[in-house]
């Protein structure tokens, strides 16, 4: 390689892969140290110095002078400064500069696996940079290996393995060796043997919440809000939304014409169902709406318990509960009240009449 090859591939590193050239002349600083070592069996420490407008490279071994030598890889005593050059002084820099030509094939072999291991670390390093700039998006992953029932995914386009507990996955789902997933990134972390792992998910709120702000263009313009959602991910999600705009749809925006931006979500949840509510600050009518898919008559309410009691119909009340009470369940999770759902036939003499929202 010419000078103004190596030249041109600084460049390019710098603009393809986002590495600063001071970067790498660290590096090649570090692998030419060790080669130096190797070649002459002495460790001193070295300068590369760069022209680009010469395409020169010029490379140094230094000591500093001292009146008495700790280190002798990079300290030299001034009685041997002097011996090379009467002016030295105490502190002084004793350059030697170095010839490509000193190096034999495996001392420059041993530079290159240097340089190129630096390479792989600041690789890395803008790699889990722009990772954890994901945090809290949808990415894509490749399935690897499952293993105990976690599965490990290659993070499309780096280097990055993704890690997805059984907590993080969605019940039922069955992951493939090659499967392309989209998961939300939850955090980046290192483990314990020092490897950068990305944790992520197909099972928490915020996936669903981007996926809904990928598919409702009114979400994302913050024109609709997502005011809560709650989820028993693989079985149903209850998300509450409102805009501040009478004229907005909140719901509607959600639902999308004939449901096309909700079906797609429920298409990458793999069926779970999805209730979308509209919020209401009157907690009555907020707790009724909560309930959906059931018809709730009317709630009842005890503020001082913030607890409620909603009224269906009585072929609605499996409905309302839900399958082993998850409905219900959810219910008082989005809107934080203790939710007693009863059975219309249940009211007697005059219970029900005061503190019924209808």
Same mark, same amino acid.
């Given at each position: 390689?010419?000078?103004?090859?190596?030249?041109?591939?600084?460049?390019?590193?710098?603009k393809? !892969?986002? *590495?600063?050239? &001071?970067?790498f002349?660290?590096?090649?600083?570090?692998?030419?140290s060790?080669?130096? !070592?190797?070649? %002459?069996?002495?460790?001193?420490?070295?300068?590369?110095?760069?022209?680009?407008?010469?395409?020169?490279i !010029?490379?140094?071994?230094?000591?500093?002078?001292?009146?008495?030598?700790?280190?002798?890889?990079?300290?030299?005593?001034?009685?041997?400064?002097?011996? *090379?050059?009467?002016?030295?002084?105490?502190?002084?820099?004793?350059?030697?500069?170095?010839?490509?030509?000193?190096?034999?094939?495996?001392?420059?072999?041993?530079?290159?696996?240097?340089?190129? &291991?630096?390479? %792989?670390?600041?690789?890395?390093?803008?790699?889990?940079?722009?990772? %954890?700039?994901?945090?809290?998006?949808?990415?894509?992953?490749?399935?690897?290996?499952?293993?105990?029932?976690?599965?490990?995914?290659?993070?499309?386009?780096?280097?990055?393995?993704g890690?997805?507990?059984?907590?993080?996955?969605?019940?039922?789902?069955?992951?493939?060796?090659?499967?392309v997933?989209?998961?939300?990134?939850?955090?980046?972390?290192? %483990? &314990?043997?020092?490897?950068?792992?990305?944790?992520?998910?197909?099972?928490?709120?915020?996936?669903?919440?981007?996926?809904?702000?990928?598919?409702?263009?009114?979400?994302?313009?913050?024109?609709?809000?997502?005011k809560?959602?709650?989820?028993e991910?693989?079985?149903?999600?209850?998300?509450?939304?409102?805009?501040?705009?009478?004229?907005?749809?909140?719901?509607?925006?959600?639902?999308?014409?004939?449901?096309?931006?909700?079906?797609?979500?429920?298409?990458?949840?793999?069926?779970?169902?999805?209730?979308?509510?509209?919020?209401?600050?009157? *907690?009555?009518?907020?707790?009724?709406?909560?309930?959906?898919?059931?018809?709730?008559?009317?709630?009842?309410?005890?503020?001082?318990?913030?607890?409620?009691?909603?009224?269906?119909?009585?072929?609605?009340?499996?409905?309302?509960?839900?399958?082993?009470?998850?409905?219900?369940?959810?219910?008082?999770?989005?809107?934080?009240?203790?939710?007693?759902?009863?059975?219309?036939?249940?009211?007697?003499?005059?219970?029900?009449?005061?503190?019924?929202?209808?």
């Amino acid at each position: 390689m010419t000078n103004k090859d190596f030249f041109a591939a600084l460049d390019a590193l710098e603009k393809e !892969k986002k *590495i600063e050239q &001071q970067q790498f002349i660290e590096a090649l600083e570090t692998g030419i140290s060790v080669a130096y !070592k190797k070649e %002459n069996g002495i460790a001193k420490s070295v300068k590369v110095m760069l022209n680009p407008q010469r395409y020169e490279i !010029k490379i140094y071994a230094y000591q500093t002078v001292v009146e008495e030598v700790v280190d002798e890889d990079k300290e030299i005593s001034l009685e041997d400064a002097k011996a *090379i050059k009467n002016s030295y002084k105490v502190g002084d820099m004793v350059k030697e500069e170095l010839s490509p030509k000193m190096f034999s094939r495996i001392a420059a072999q041993t530079a290159k696996q240097v340089i190129m &291991q630096k390479n %792989n670390e600041i690789q890395k390093e803008l790699i889990k940079d722009e990772m %954890n700039n994901k945090e809290g998006e949808i990415v894509k992953g490749i399935v690897r290996r499952v293993e105990n029932d976690t599965v490990y995914l290659e993070m499309a386009g780096t280097l990055l393995e993704g890690v997805m507990l059984p907590s993080e996955q969605i019940k039922g789902e069955k992951y493939n060796v090659n499967d392309v997933l989209n998961v939300y990134v939850k955090n980046v972390r290192t %483990n &314990q043997r020092g490897a950068t792992q990305v944790m992520v998910s197909r099972a928490s709120i915020g996936f669903v919440k981007k996926l809904f702000e990928m598919e409702v263009p009114e979400i994302k313009a913050n024109l609709v809000n997502i005011k809560k959602i709650v989820r028993e991910a693989g079985y149903r999600t209850k998300m509450a939304v409102y805009a501040e705009d009478s004229s907005i749809d909140a719901v509607g925006s959600c639902v999308g014409q004939k449901g096309m931006r909700i079906n797609s979500v429920v298409q990458e949840l793999n069926g779970e169902k999805i209730d979308v509510i509209g919020y209401s600050q009157d *907690i009555g009518e907020y707790i009724s709406r909560a309930l959906s898919p059931a018809k709730v008559i009317a709630v009842m309410l005890n503020p001082d318990e913030k607890s409620a009691k909603a009224i269906v119909e009585d072929e609605k009340l499996s409905l309302a509960i839900g399958k082993a009470g998850q409905n219900v369940r959810l219910a008082a999770k989005l809107t934080e009240w203790k939710i007693d759902v009863k059975p219309y036939s249940s009211l007697t003499g005059g219970e029900g009449i005061d503190g019924i929202n209808e």
